[in-house]
């Protein structure tokens, strides 16, 4: 069709998209879009493995999340953008897929036993948050992608996905290529309290926040510590606020706080407000665009609609083939 290769990735609609999300795996999303045949999909099944109890705020998610996707650059013209329970072809092979993979696979995979460990306040002892890597490689390799995008923490997925994917052709007969993890490259984004930004660790920035939010989360931003009085030399190199003028503000006002700070010739309120305006000033384009598809809820629903229509085209060829080599 395209000629360009197919790469497929997800996310689970948990939350707000925050600029740690924005910097890392989003903005690597929108640039491989020049290159290849991008899938991109909400995993909304994957959430539930884990708000089973409370699913209520998915749905409001899932559209947060189009939009968020939409404004930040993902395009409907140059990929196919859709919500995996809008292709129940995900469910059949997911079951099917359960059928040749072994637990203990499961049971060790290493992303399993610290979620256990991190949502400690949640039952996860469940058979579907087990499955979890299953219904993932389903959700791979239907779309029969040569690569799939990921941070690190995903890279154990992948790797099941590649085992399950081998086992199948081995059983079957060559159905499934074989995926590889596309390693992102994540700039590390510190929250405002310093710790990793993280919608769980409340320390986040979103990209639907008001400037006026992100004034007041700026101005509770960590700095350097060991600058406790106005008349303290600074060090912006351990200061996380310096860290955001290097991504938000213009070479010019690096430089002039860089120099400035050292010699306690500005303040940190200030210093924050500067950054704060810069930030503002960037994010401002995905605010306009936004506001256009939070007006435009028709448009953002036939978008998602004419994606998974576009997936569920792939997903019925390949079930057919998968059913085929089943002889079902
Ligand atoms: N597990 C992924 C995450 O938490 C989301 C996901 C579900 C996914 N299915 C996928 C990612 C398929 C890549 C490919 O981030
Ligand atoms: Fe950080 Fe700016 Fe304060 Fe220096 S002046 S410590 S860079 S906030």
């Given at each position: 069709m395209t000629g360009k290769k197919r790469i497929l990735s997800g996310m689970r609609p948990t939350g707000p998209l925050h600029i740690g999300n924005l910097h890392g795996a989003l903005a690597n999303w929108v640039e491989m879009q020049q290159e290849y045949d991008c899938f991109y999909f909400i995993a909304d099944w994957h959430a539930l493995t884990s708000d089973y109890e409370d699913p209520g705020s998915i749905s409001g998610y899932i559209k947060e999340m189009i939009i968020d996707w939409l404004s930040t650059g993902l395009s409907p013209d140059k990929s196919t953008l859709f919500v995996?329970?809008?292709?129940?072809e995900h469910a059949e092979l997911y079951l099917i897929l359960s059928m040749i993979t072994p637990v203990p696979w499961l049971e060790r995979n290493p992303t399993y036993k610290d979620q256990i460990v991190q949502l400690s306040?949640?039952?996860?002892?469940?058979f579907g948050f087990l499955g979890y890597p299953v219904l993932q490689a389903a959700d791979i390799i239907m779309y029969k992608a040569y690569g799939v995008p990921v941070g690190v923490d995903q890279v154990p997925h992948v790797e099941i996905t590649r085992e399950i994917a081998r086992r199948f052709n081995y059983f079957y007969g060559e159905v499934f290529p074989e995926p590889e993890a596309i390693l992102t490259e994540t700039p590390k984004i510190l929250g405002i309290d310093g710790r990793k930004m993280s919608k769980s660790y409340d320390n986040a920035i979103y990209l639907s926040e008001s400037s006026d939010e992100i004034a007041a989360k700026a101005a509770q931003m960590f700095t350097d510590?060991?600058?406790?009085?106005?008349?303290d030399p600074g060090n912006p190199e351990v200061c996380n606020v310096f860290e955001f003028h290097k991504m938000y503000s213009n070479k010019e006002t690096v430089d002039k706080i860089d120099h400035e700070c050292r010699r306690a010739q500005i303040g940190c309120v200030e210093c924050k407000q500067i950054m704060a305006n810069s930030l503002i000033k960037a994010l401002e384009p995905i605010r306009e665009k936004r506001e256009y598809y939070l007006a435009r809820p028709q448009l953002v629903e036939d978008i998602i609609n004419e994606g998974g229509n576009k997936a569920r085209n792939v997903a019925r060829q390949t079930m057919t083939e998968v059913r085929a080599a089943l002889k079902l």
């Amino acid at each position: 069709m395209t000629g360009k290769k197919r790469i497929l990735s997800g996310m689970r609609p948990t939350g707000p998209l925050h600029i740690g999300n924005l910097h890392g795996a989003l903005a690597n999303w929108v640039e491989m879009q020049q290159e290849y045949d991008c899938f991109y999909f909400i995993a909304d099944w994957h959430a539930l493995t884990s708000d089973y109890e409370d699913p209520g705020s998915i749905s409001g998610y899932i559209k947060e999340m189009i939009i968020d996707w939409l404004s930040t650059g993902l395009s409907p013209d140059k990929s196919t953008l859709f919500v995996q329970s809008h292709v129940k072809e995900h469910a059949e092979l997911y079951l099917i897929l359960s059928m040749i993979t072994p637990v203990p696979w499961l049971e060790r995979n290493p992303t399993y036993k610290d979620q256990i460990v991190q949502l400690s306040n949640r039952d996860l002892s469940t058979f579907g948050f087990l499955g979890y890597p299953v219904l993932q490689a389903a959700d791979i390799i239907m779309y029969k992608a040569y690569g799939v995008p990921v941070g690190v923490d995903q890279v154990p997925h992948v790797e099941i996905t590649r085992e399950i994917a081998r086992r199948f052709n081995y059983f079957y007969g060559e159905v499934f290529p074989e995926p590889e993890a596309i390693l992102t490259e994540t700039p590390k984004i510190l929250g405002i309290d310093g710790r990793k930004m993280s919608k769980s660790y409340d320390n986040a920035i979103y990209l639907s926040e008001s400037s006026d939010e992100i004034a007041a989360k700026a101005a509770q931003m960590f700095t350097d510590p060991q600058r406790a009085r106005l008349s303290d030399p600074g060090n912006p190199e351990v200061c996380n606020v310096f860290e955001f003028h290097k991504m938000y503000s213009n070479k010019e006002t690096v430089d002039k706080i860089d120099h400035e700070c050292r010699r306690a010739q500005i303040g940190c309120v200030e210093c924050k407000q500067i950054m704060a305006n810069s930030l503002i000033k960037a994010l401002e384009p995905i605010r306009e665009k936004r506001e256009y598809y939070l007006a435009r809820p028709q448009l953002v629903e036939d978008i998602i609609n004419e994606g998974g229509n576009k997936a569920r085209n792939v997903a019925r060829q390949t079930m057919t083939e998968v059913r085929a080599a089943l002889k079902l």
